[in-house]
């Protein structure tokens, strides 16, 4: 009985031990958009659930010719940077899915305001301009978009 009584006392203290071995854990955060992000659990301090500031942005379109137009970018105060997106094809579909879409597609990426004299369009055609921006996080906090035809040559 000495010998079970013994075994059990050593089983037990073999479980501790191997109780308080530590393990690295990871913690993984998927967002619906599909990205992952994996987090060592003895790296993590704090967790906190924050309000996402809404950003917007007044793209201004001007001097718009046959094949040519500028275009105003006003980055707007707790953007850390944004997407811009020029195509002839309208993008549709939910929210997350026009999101993915200029992440997709997007023609450059900027930290600062901008005011481009775009060439080489198409005449008579329409233009959709989207601008993705987001914040001192970079979480996506806003998506404005305008659109703009060239003038037709046979004018």
């Known amino acids: 009985m000495k010998k079970i009584i013994t075994m059990a006392i050593a089983a037990m203290f073999s479980a501790v031990t191997f109780a308080q071995e530590v393990s690295e854990r990871v ?3 998927q967002t619906i958009d599909g990205l992952t992000t994996p987090l060592l659990l003895d790296k993590v ?6 309000e996402i500031t809404p950003l917007s942005m007044n793209i201004e379109v001007s001097n718009i010719t046959e094949t ?9 105060s707790g953007c850390k940077y944004w997407l811009m997106c020029i195509q002839k094809e309208e993008l549709t579909g939910t929210d997350l899915e026009v999101r993915q879409a200029i992440k997709e597609k997007y023609n450059d990426k900027f930290s600062e305001s901008k005011f481009l004299r775009i060439p080489n369009f198409e005449a008579g055609t329409t233009y959709y301009i989207y601008a993705l ?3 001192q996080d970079g979480v996506v906090a806003g998506l ?6 060239t003038l037709n040559t046979q004018q």
Do not use: H, L, N, V
């Not at 040519?68 to 707007?76: R, Y």
């Not at 404005?144 to 035809?149: E, F, I, L, Q």
């Open 144 to 149: 404005s978009k305008t659109s703009a035809t």
């Open 68 to 76: 040519s137009m500028d275009i105003e970018f006003p980055m707007p």
């Open 45 to 50: 301090q704090d967790i906190s659930f924050e």
């Open 133 to 135: 921006m987001y914040d």
């Open 27 to 29: 913690m993984r955060i």
